[in-house]
């Protein structure tokens, strides 16, 4: 089957082109300002070594931001991490394949736009008094500290849903609820709003009712018997966002133990700052202190409850490198099989947000009606769901007619976050 040609910036009516022409821009210029702000704080730990490298730091990602406005050919990373050869061998591959190195504008915006938070972070990773530093912390910690009353009210709500015994008609319609505070989590995302703080300031099960028209794909249905089934106890979810999403999925992963759809949630997580506000083990651990020292007794209950599930293994943080390559999961299973087979041991893969669709879709210009199994192009591990925010012109799945009812009324409802989809599938090679 011919696939369909990437998304790109080549394309100047695109959602790519104006990331790559604005968005993008914006989240170096901010970074870069963030590092100059970080002088009198790294002064007082590292001396003027340490705000040396944050001078070098600076011109790093000025340097980036450059190449990136006037379109330059993408460059070789230069240090030693252990993802290095795997890029560089990646960049390799597409020079040689095209006839010459691709550029920001002209190449696959997946691609590109993953080659960015890569240099972001070698710009760190080359000055070691201050590699630790993780340009988007501050973001990700206010996000939910803004959204505290919304974390309140859903862990009371799950407190109490934990401590009842429900039918298994109430546990279904439990089920259905949190899945969708999962997925409308995904609407607060830091990389999309060029790190404008963003936060979720009322109560998300609330809104749910006036949210589900927009979802425009629903297999919850499919979902709820999959993770009935009796033959695993185990359950993946590959995370997005940090702040009140990483709180709604906790909240999802909190039910499924308690009700024993599994003995063990595997949370897969970013090995380094990626796409402004994707979790990394910094940023469970930060939640798990910020619940447990809260001033509120429900938040403290999970955060000690959850402290102790990372303690005995019945929730499981896991980073792998391959979430932050540029590969789509299509080539998973050939440039990572460990992980590949790893998955496999799930009754099922939750795929939390934007990101992990464009790659799950490998970022390609589908017609909306494509079959969402057709486009995982052989990525089956284990039967998958994504709980997804529309955020980039990529959607499969739909019914005839249904993108253009979409159109008519926002032009732009690929993008906006407005509108959402359950997606399911359960084949598995």
């Not at 394309?11 to 914006?26: E, G, H, Q």
């Not at 012109?393 to 926002?410: F, S």
Request: proline letters at 4%.
């Amino acid at each position: 089957m011919a696939l369909p040609e990437s998304l790109s910036a080549k394309f100047i009516s695109s959602f790519a082109y104006k990331t790559i022409k604005d968005r993008l821009p914006i989240i170096l210029t901010k970074v870069i300002d963030m590092v100059y702000r970080m002088k009198i704080q790294i002064a007082e730990s590292h001396g003027q070594e340490g705000v040396d490298e944050l001078k070098v730091i600076a011109g790093r990602l000025a340097k980036l931001r450059n190449e990136m406005q006037t379109d330059k050919p993408l460059i070789p990373l230069t240090e030693d991490g252990e993802d290095v050869s795997i890029w560089n061998s990646y960049l390799q591959e597409k020079s040689e394949s095209k006839g010459s190195p691709p550029s920001w504008f002209c190449d696959p915006w997946l691609y590109v736009e993953c080659y960015m938070y890569r240099r972001i972070q070698q710009a760190f990773n080359l000055s070691p008094l201050v590699s630790s530093i993780d340009p988007f912390r501050a973001q990700k910690e206010n996000s939910f500290c803004g959204s505290e009353n919304a974390i309140v009210t859903l862990l009371a709500h799950l407190k109490t849903i934990t401590e009842t015994s429900m039918k298994d008609s109430e546990l279904k319609t439990t089920f259905y609820r949190l899945l969708q505070v999962s997925l409308w989590g995904n609407k607060v995302d830091l990389s999309i709003s060029s790190l404008e703080e963003r936060t979720q300031d009322v109560n998300p099960l609330v809104q749910l009712d006036s949210l589900r028209p927009n979802i425009l794909v629903d297999n919850s249905q499919d979902t709820w018997q999959t993770i009935q089934r009796p033959n695993s106890n185990r359950i993946d979810i590959i995370l997005d966002n940090a702040g009140f999403e990483l709180i709604g999925d906790l909240v999802l992963a909190e039910f499924l133990l308690a009700s024993n759809f599994a003995n063990v949630i595997y949370l897969h997580g970013k090995a380094m700052p990626w796409f402004v506000s994707d979790v990394t083990q910094h940023d469970l651990d930060w939640t798990m202190k910020a619940l447990s020292k809260s001033d509120n007794s429900t938040l403290v209950y999970f955060g000690n409850k959850w402290q102790e599930r990372l303690e005995k293994g019945s929730f499981v943080f896991t980073e792998h490198l391959f979430w932050t390559l540029p590969h789509d999961y299509s080539l998973m299973k050939s440039a990572m099989p460990e992980l590949y087979n790893e998955l496999g041991k799930a009754k099922i893969v939750i795929l939390k947000g934007d990101l992990n669709y464009r790659k799950l879709t490998g970022d390609r210009q589908w017609d909306t009606t494509t079959r969402f199994d057709v486009a995982l192009q052989g990525f089956h591990p284990a039967p998958v769901v994504s709980l997804r925010t529309l955020k980039a012109d990529v959607q499969v799945g739909l019914k005839p007619g249904q993108a253009e009812e979409c159109r008519a009324a926002n032009e732009n409802w690929m993008v906006t976050g407005e509108y959402a989809v359950i997606q399911f599938s359960s084949l598995v090679l």
